[in-house]
Protein backbone atom coordinates (compact mmCIF):
# COMPACT_ATOMS: atom_id res chain seq x y z
CA UNK A 1 0.00 0.00 0.00
CA UNK A 2 1.48 3.30 -0.79
CA UNK A 3 0.03 6.71 0.65
CA UNK A 4 -0.31 9.78 -1.52
CA UNK A 5 -0.35 13.03 0.29
CA UNK A 6 -0.13 16.34 -0.53
CA UNK A 7 0.59 19.73 1.08
CA UNK A 8 0.26 23.38 -0.14
CA UNK A 9 2.75 26.18 0.21
CA UNK A 10 1.85 29.31 1.77
CA UNK A 11 2.24 33.19 1.00
CA UNK A 12 2.67 35.73 4.07
CA UNK A 13 0.12 38.02 3.11
CA UNK A 14 1.19 40.65 6.03
CA UNK A 15 2.76 40.04 9.49
CA UNK A 16 6.02 40.10 8.90
CA UNK A 17 8.36 38.60 11.59
CA UNK A 18 5.77 38.86 13.82
CA UNK A 19 5.03 35.50 14.74
CA UNK A 20 7.86 34.63 16.74
CA UNK A 21 7.10 38.14 18.77
CA UNK A 22 3.80 36.30 20.00
CA UNK A 23 1.89 38.85 17.56
CA UNK A 24 -0.36 38.33 14.71
CA UNK A 25 -0.55 37.37 10.68
CA UNK A 26 -2.32 36.55 7.83
CA UNK A 27 -0.85 33.92 5.90
CA UNK A 28 -2.72 32.30 3.36
CA UNK A 29 -2.38 28.61 1.86
CA UNK A 30 -1.67 28.43 -1.87
CA UNK A 31 -2.73 26.00 -4.62
CA UNK A 32 0.55 25.15 -5.16
CA UNK A 33 1.64 21.73 -3.45
CA UNK A 34 4.09 19.29 -2.36
CA UNK A 35 3.06 15.58 -2.48
CA UNK A 36 4.52 12.80 -0.93
CA UNK A 37 4.28 9.14 -1.72
CA UNK A 38 4.67 6.87 1.72
CA UNK A 39 5.07 3.03 2.07
CA UNK A 40 6.30 0.87 4.25
CA UNK A 41 9.73 -1.30 3.96
CA UNK A 42 10.50 -4.50 5.32
CA UNK A 43 14.19 -3.50 6.02
CA UNK A 44 15.13 -0.48 9.07
CA UNK A 45 16.02 2.00 7.16
CA UNK A 46 14.83 5.44 5.85
CA UNK A 47 14.73 6.24 2.26
CA UNK A 48 13.68 9.47 0.90
CA UNK A 49 13.40 10.37 -2.60
CA UNK A 50 13.16 13.81 -4.06
CA UNK A 51 12.98 14.51 -7.93
CA UNK A 52 16.46 16.31 -8.84
CA UNK A 53 18.15 14.91 -6.09
CA UNK A 54 20.02 10.99 -5.55
CA UNK A 55 18.18 8.79 -3.48
CA UNK A 56 19.35 8.88 0.40
CA UNK A 57 19.02 6.04 2.56
CA UNK A 58 20.08 6.11 6.47
CA UNK A 59 19.24 3.68 9.20
CA UNK A 60 15.94 3.90 10.90
CA UNK A 61 18.31 3.99 14.30
CA UNK A 62 19.02 8.10 13.60
CA UNK A 63 15.44 8.86 14.85
CA UNK A 64 16.25 7.95 18.16
CA UNK A 65 19.72 10.56 18.47
CA UNK A 66 19.81 14.47 19.30
CA UNK A 67 19.25 16.78 16.15
CA UNK A 68 22.67 18.05 15.94
CA UNK A 69 23.90 14.46 15.99
CA UNK A 70 21.60 13.61 12.88
CA UNK A 71 22.73 16.48 11.07
CA UNK A 72 26.46 15.71 11.41
CA UNK A 73 25.59 12.10 10.31
CA UNK A 74 23.74 13.82 7.57
CA UNK A 75 26.09 15.85 6.32
CA UNK A 76 29.21 12.59 6.75
CA UNK A 77 26.97 10.74 4.62
CA UNK A 78 26.58 13.59 2.18
CA UNK A 79 23.46 13.73 2.53
CA UNK A 80 21.30 17.09 0.92
CA UNK A 81 20.56 19.44 3.20
CA UNK A 82 16.60 18.78 2.37
CA UNK A 83 16.37 15.86 3.41
CA UNK A 84 16.65 17.34 7.09
CA UNK A 85 12.92 18.28 7.41
CA UNK A 86 11.54 14.76 6.59
CA UNK A 87 14.07 13.52 8.88
CA UNK A 88 13.29 16.12 11.71
CA UNK A 89 10.15 15.22 11.46
CA UNK A 90 10.56 11.81 11.77
CA UNK A 91 13.19 12.52 14.80
CA UNK A 92 10.04 14.47 16.80
CA UNK A 93 7.48 11.99 15.88
CA UNK A 94 9.50 9.18 17.13
CA UNK A 95 10.65 10.31 20.19
CA UNK A 96 6.88 11.38 21.31
CA UNK A 97 6.51 7.46 20.76
CA UNK A 98 4.77 7.74 17.10
CA UNK A 99 6.53 5.61 15.15
CA UNK A 100 6.61 1.97 15.22
CA UNK A 101 10.15 0.84 14.40
CA UNK A 102 9.31 -0.17 10.90
CA UNK A 103 11.29 0.71 7.85
CA UNK A 104 9.74 3.78 5.03
CA UNK A 105 10.21 4.82 2.11
CA UNK A 106 8.80 8.92 1.32
CA UNK A 107 9.33 9.75 -2.12
CA UNK A 108 8.58 13.62 -2.72
CA UNK A 109 7.50 15.77 -5.94
CA UNK A 110 6.33 19.63 -6.19
CA UNK A 111 4.74 22.57 -8.60
CA UNK A 112 5.59 24.57 -5.64
CA UNK A 113 8.72 27.01 -6.59
CA UNK A 114 11.69 26.24 -4.66
CA UNK A 115 13.48 28.85 -2.85
CA UNK A 116 10.33 31.53 -3.55
CA UNK A 117 9.71 32.21 0.16
CA UNK A 118 6.74 30.37 -0.23
CA UNK A 119 7.41 28.14 2.66
CA UNK A 120 8.25 25.03 1.14
CA UNK A 121 9.75 23.52 4.10
CA UNK A 122 6.37 23.77 5.99
CA UNK A 123 5.16 21.69 3.23
CA UNK A 124 7.78 19.14 3.13
CA UNK A 125 7.04 18.87 7.18
CA UNK A 126 3.22 18.46 6.46
CA UNK A 127 3.36 16.10 3.87
CA UNK A 128 5.85 13.57 6.13
CA UNK A 129 3.86 14.65 9.12
CA UNK A 130 0.61 13.28 7.07
CA UNK A 131 2.25 10.49 5.50
CA UNK A 132 3.55 9.28 8.55
CA UNK A 133 -0.01 10.00 10.67
CA UNK A 134 -1.51 7.10 7.85
CA UNK A 135 1.56 4.87 7.44
CA UNK A 136 1.32 4.42 11.62
CA UNK A 137 -2.07 4.68 12.48
CA UNK A 138 -1.87 7.82 14.44
CA UNK A 139 -4.56 10.86 14.73
CA UNK A 140 -2.98 14.15 15.71
CA UNK A 141 -5.33 18.00 16.12
CA UNK A 142 -4.25 20.33 13.46
CA UNK A 143 -2.79 22.42 16.02
CA UNK A 144 -0.72 19.70 17.58
CA UNK A 145 0.95 18.62 13.89
CA UNK A 146 1.35 22.15 12.96
CA UNK A 147 3.51 22.49 16.50
CA UNK A 148 5.37 19.47 16.04
CA UNK A 149 6.54 20.20 12.67
CA UNK A 150 7.90 23.98 14.45
CA UNK A 151 9.48 22.00 16.80
CA UNK A 152 10.98 19.22 14.05
CA UNK A 153 12.11 22.59 11.97
CA UNK A 154 13.80 24.19 15.16
CA UNK A 155 15.87 20.59 15.80
CA UNK A 156 17.53 19.13 12.64
CA UNK A 157 17.55 21.99 10.74
CA UNK A 158 18.31 24.38 13.01
CA UNK A 159 15.57 26.84 12.09
CA UNK A 160 14.36 29.15 14.33
CA UNK A 161 11.21 29.75 12.80
CA UNK A 162 7.81 31.07 13.96
CA UNK A 163 4.30 29.17 14.22
CA UNK A 164 2.84 30.56 10.94
CA UNK A 165 4.06 28.22 7.73
CA UNK A 166 2.65 25.48 9.60
CA UNK A 167 -0.35 26.78 11.20
CA UNK A 168 -1.69 27.61 7.57
CA UNK A 169 -0.45 24.75 5.67
CA UNK A 170 -2.40 22.53 8.28
CA UNK A 171 -5.39 25.02 8.39
CA UNK A 172 -5.57 25.73 4.77
CA UNK A 173 -7.34 28.70 3.54
CA UNK A 174 -6.50 32.05 4.79
CA UNK A 175 -6.22 32.54 8.94
CA UNK A 176 -5.66 35.25 11.05
CA UNK A 177 -3.44 33.94 13.78
CA UNK A 178 -2.56 35.14 17.04
CA UNK A 179 0.68 33.49 17.66
CA UNK A 180 0.58 34.04 21.32
CA UNK A 181 -2.67 32.22 22.34
CA UNK A 182 -2.63 30.34 18.75
CA UNK A 183 -6.01 30.95 18.11
CA UNK A 184 -7.27 31.67 14.46
CA UNK A 185 -10.16 32.79 12.90
CA UNK A 186 -10.73 31.77 8.73
CA UNK A 187 -9.93 34.96 6.03
CA UNK A 188 -11.24 35.00 2.61
CA UNK A 189 -10.45 36.89 0.05
CA UNK A 190 -13.42 38.40 -1.97
CA UNK A 191 -14.08 36.50 -5.44
CA UNK A 192 -12.42 39.35 -7.39
CA UNK A 193 -9.15 38.87 -5.85
CA UNK A 194 -5.98 37.14 -6.38
CA UNK A 195 -2.88 36.33 -4.74
CA UNK A 196 0.15 36.99 -7.39
CA UNK A 197 3.49 36.24 -6.26
CA UNK A 198 6.95 37.82 -8.18
CA UNK A 199 10.00 35.91 -7.41
CA UNK A 200 13.06 38.33 -7.52
CA UNK A 201 15.27 35.01 -8.01
CA UNK A 202 17.62 36.65 -5.81
CA UNK A 203 19.33 34.62 -2.42
CA UNK A 204 21.68 37.27 -0.80
CA UNK A 205 24.44 36.07 1.23
CA UNK A 206 25.33 39.22 2.92
CA UNK A 207 22.46 41.59 3.86
CA UNK A 208 22.83 45.32 2.97
CA UNK A 209 23.53 46.01 7.08
CA UNK A 210 26.24 43.96 6.63
CA UNK A 211 25.63 41.02 8.29
CA UNK A 212 25.19 37.49 6.75
CA UNK A 213 21.98 36.83 5.64
CA UNK A 214 22.10 33.11 7.05
CA UNK A 215 22.62 34.37 10.65
CA UNK A 216 20.32 37.46 10.02
CA UNK A 217 17.05 35.71 10.54
CA UNK A 218 18.33 35.07 14.01
CA UNK A 219 19.78 38.14 14.51
CA UNK A 220 16.34 40.09 14.19
CA UNK A 221 15.19 37.64 16.73
CA UNK A 222 17.80 37.85 19.31
CA UNK A 223 17.30 42.06 18.41
CA UNK A 224 13.46 42.00 19.75
CA UNK A 225 14.01 39.62 22.47
CA UNK A 226 16.63 42.16 24.02
CA UNK A 227 14.20 45.33 23.16
CA UNK A 228 11.13 43.05 25.09
CA UNK A 229 13.29 42.56 27.75
CA UNK A 230 14.63 46.66 27.85
CA UNK A 231 10.63 47.41 27.49
CA UNK A 232 10.27 44.55 30.73
CA UNK A 233 7.49 42.47 28.21
CA UNK A 234 7.57 38.82 27.58
CA UNK A 235 7.35 39.71 23.74
CA UNK A 236 7.16 42.70 21.50
CA UNK A 237 3.54 41.74 21.39
CA UNK A 238 3.13 43.15 24.61
CA UNK A 239 4.08 46.40 23.66
CA UNK A 240 1.54 49.76 22.40
CA UNK A 241 2.81 51.90 19.60
CA UNK A 242 2.34 55.33 21.88
CA UNK A 243 4.27 53.12 24.57
CA UNK A 244 6.72 52.70 22.35
CA UNK A 245 6.76 56.07 21.38
CA UNK A 246 7.54 57.10 24.79
CA UNK A 247 10.58 55.56 24.99
CA UNK A 248 12.34 56.41 21.74
CA UNK A 249 14.78 59.09 23.69
CA UNK A 250 16.25 56.33 26.16
CA UNK A 251 15.80 53.39 24.11
CA UNK A 252 18.62 52.00 21.83
CA UNK A 253 17.78 53.39 18.33
CA UNK A 254 18.83 49.93 16.68
CA UNK A 255 16.19 47.96 19.51
CA UNK A 256 13.42 51.05 18.84
CA UNK A 257 13.31 50.43 14.92
CA UNK A 258 13.13 46.43 15.26
CA UNK A 259 10.22 47.42 17.79
CA UNK A 260 9.06 49.79 15.84
CA UNK A 261 8.44 47.56 12.71
CA UNK A 262 7.04 44.61 14.78
CA UNK A 263 4.72 46.94 16.92
CA UNK A 264 3.48 48.52 13.51
CA UNK A 265 2.85 45.26 12.13
CA UNK A 266 0.68 44.19 14.93
CA UNK A 267 -1.24 47.09 14.17
CA UNK A 268 -1.44 46.63 10.07
CA UNK A 269 -2.36 42.99 10.58
CA UNK A 270 -5.10 43.57 12.83
CA UNK A 271 -6.34 46.39 10.40
CA UNK A 272 -5.59 44.23 7.48
CA UNK A 273 -8.09 41.28 9.53
CA UNK A 274 -11.24 44.38 9.74
CA UNK A 275 -10.78 45.68 6.40
CA UNK A 276 -11.27 41.62 4.55
CA UNK A 277 -13.78 40.47 6.86
CA UNK A 278 -16.34 43.51 7.74
CA UNK A 279 -17.29 43.72 4.45
CA UNK A 280 -18.51 47.55 4.58
CA UNK A 281 -16.04 48.40 1.77
CA UNK A 282 -16.59 48.59 -1.66
CA UNK A 283 -13.94 47.13 -4.50
CA UNK A 284 -11.76 49.97 -4.98
CA UNK A 285 -12.13 51.56 -1.53
CA UNK A 286 -10.67 48.15 -0.55
CA UNK A 287 -8.08 47.29 -2.74
CA UNK A 288 -6.19 51.10 -2.16
CA UNK A 289 -6.62 49.98 1.71
CA UNK A 290 -4.46 47.02 1.25
CA UNK A 291 -2.35 48.83 -0.83
CA UNK A 292 -1.78 51.16 1.53
CA UNK A 293 -1.41 48.75 4.59
CA UNK A 294 1.02 46.36 2.64
CA UNK A 295 3.37 49.73 1.54
CA UNK A 296 3.52 50.74 5.61
CA UNK A 297 4.39 47.20 5.84
CA UNK A 298 7.48 47.06 2.87
CA UNK A 299 8.96 50.59 3.90
CA UNK A 300 8.91 49.29 7.84
CA UNK A 301 10.84 46.28 6.32
CA UNK A 302 13.27 48.84 4.40
CA UNK A 303 13.42 51.30 7.04
CA UNK A 304 13.15 49.57 10.37
CA UNK A 305 13.41 45.78 10.23
CA UNK A 306 16.33 46.07 7.37
CA UNK A 307 15.26 42.53 5.94
CA UNK A 308 14.34 44.22 2.83
CA UNK A 309 17.23 44.68 0.19
CA UNK A 310 17.71 46.28 -3.08
CA UNK A 311 15.83 43.95 -5.37
CA UNK A 312 12.77 43.74 -3.13
CA UNK A 313 12.24 47.31 -2.69
CA UNK A 314 12.57 48.28 -6.61
CA UNK A 315 10.44 45.33 -7.30
CA UNK A 316 7.52 46.85 -4.87
CA UNK A 317 7.70 49.80 -6.00
CA UNK A 318 7.22 48.88 -9.42
CA UNK A 319 4.18 47.79 -8.46
CA UNK A 320 3.09 50.48 -6.73
CA UNK A 321 3.66 52.65 -10.26
CA UNK A 322 1.59 50.17 -11.40
CA UNK A 323 -1.37 50.84 -9.23
CA UNK A 324 -0.80 47.17 -7.55
CA UNK A 325 -0.65 46.69 -4.03
CA UNK A 326 3.17 44.60 -2.76
CA UNK A 327 5.22 43.62 0.15
CA UNK A 328 8.03 41.55 0.67
CA UNK A 329 6.53 38.42 2.10
CA UNK A 330 8.38 35.94 4.11
CA UNK A 331 12.07 36.08 5.90
CA UNK A 332 13.55 38.96 3.25
CA UNK A 333 16.91 39.47 2.30
CA UNK A 334 16.12 38.44 -1.46
CA UNK A 335 13.03 35.65 -2.44
CA UNK A 336 9.29 36.68 -3.01
CA UNK A 337 6.78 39.96 -3.28
CA UNK A 338 3.24 39.33 -2.58
CA UNK A 339 1.34 41.32 -4.87
CA UNK A 340 -2.62 41.04 -5.12
CA UNK A 341 -3.77 41.64 -8.16
CA UNK A 342 -7.62 41.95 -9.23
CA UNK A 343 -8.96 39.26 -11.85
CA UNK A 344 -8.59 40.54 -15.47
CA UNK A 345 -5.84 42.44 -14.35
CA UNK A 346 -3.11 39.83 -13.98
CA UNK A 347 -1.31 42.16 -16.99
CA UNK A 348 -0.48 44.80 -14.75
CA UNK A 349 1.53 42.21 -12.33
CA UNK A 350 3.99 41.28 -15.88
CA UNK A 351 3.78 44.81 -16.49
CA UNK A 352 4.98 45.70 -12.98
CA UNK A 353 7.92 42.98 -13.64
CA UNK A 354 8.97 44.14 -16.82
CA UNK A 355 9.70 47.38 -15.56
CA UNK A 356 11.38 46.47 -12.57
CA UNK A 357 13.94 45.03 -15.27
CA UNK A 358 14.23 48.52 -16.63
CA UNK A 359 14.70 50.68 -13.41
CA UNK A 360 17.31 47.79 -12.76
CA UNK A 361 19.00 48.34 -15.87
CA UNK A 362 18.96 51.97 -15.14
CA UNK A 363 20.52 51.70 -11.83
CA UNK A 364 22.91 49.66 -13.35
CA UNK A 365 21.84 46.72 -10.85
CA UNK A 366 22.17 43.34 -12.36
CA UNK A 367 19.02 41.19 -11.58
CA UNK A 368 17.81 37.80 -12.78
CA UNK A 369 14.54 37.71 -14.82
CA UNK A 370 11.69 37.98 -12.41
CA UNK A 371 9.06 35.00 -12.22
CA UNK A 372 5.85 35.81 -11.83
CA UNK A 373 2.60 33.12 -10.17
CA UNK A 374 -0.58 33.56 -10.29
CA UNK A 375 -2.30 31.52 -7.63
CA UNK A 376 -5.60 30.52 -5.93
CA UNK A 377 -6.30 30.14 -2.08
CA UNK A 378 -6.02 26.24 -1.26
CA UNK A 379 -8.45 25.43 0.96
CA UNK A 380 -8.39 22.58 3.35
CA UNK A 381 -5.10 21.37 4.96
CA UNK A 382 -3.22 18.27 3.83
CA UNK A 383 -4.99 15.26 1.93
CA UNK A 384 -4.41 11.79 1.13
CA UNK A 385 -5.55 9.08 -0.08
CA UNK A 386 -3.82 5.52 -0.80
CA UNK A 387 -3.23 3.46 -3.84
CA UNK A 388 -2.37 -0.49 -3.76
Not at 120 to 148: G, H, K, L, P, V
Not at 193 to 222: C, F, M, P, Q
Not at 326 to 333: E, P
Request: proline content about 4%; charged content about 25%; some cysteine.
Amino acid sequence: MVWVVRASGRVEWIGNHTDYNGGFVIPFAIAAYTTARAQLLDRKVIVLESEGFPPAEVSLDILAKEPEEIKAELKGLGIHEWTRYPIGVGEVLWKKGLLKGKGHKISFSTDLPMNAGLSSSASIEAATETAYARMFNFETTRQDAASMCQQAEHGVPNSPCGIMDQAVVFHGGGIFLDCKSLEYKPVSLPDWLRIGVVDTGVKHTIASTGEKVKSAYTNRREQCESAAQYLKVFTLRDVAMDSLKARKSDMDDLLYRRSMHIVGENERTQRMYEILTENSLGQSELYNEIRLLMMDSQLSSTNNFENSCPELDLLTLSCWLNGLAARLSGGGFGGSVVVPVKRGEEHKLHAAASEYKKIAERKKLEVPEPKVYIFEVAKGGPESKWEN
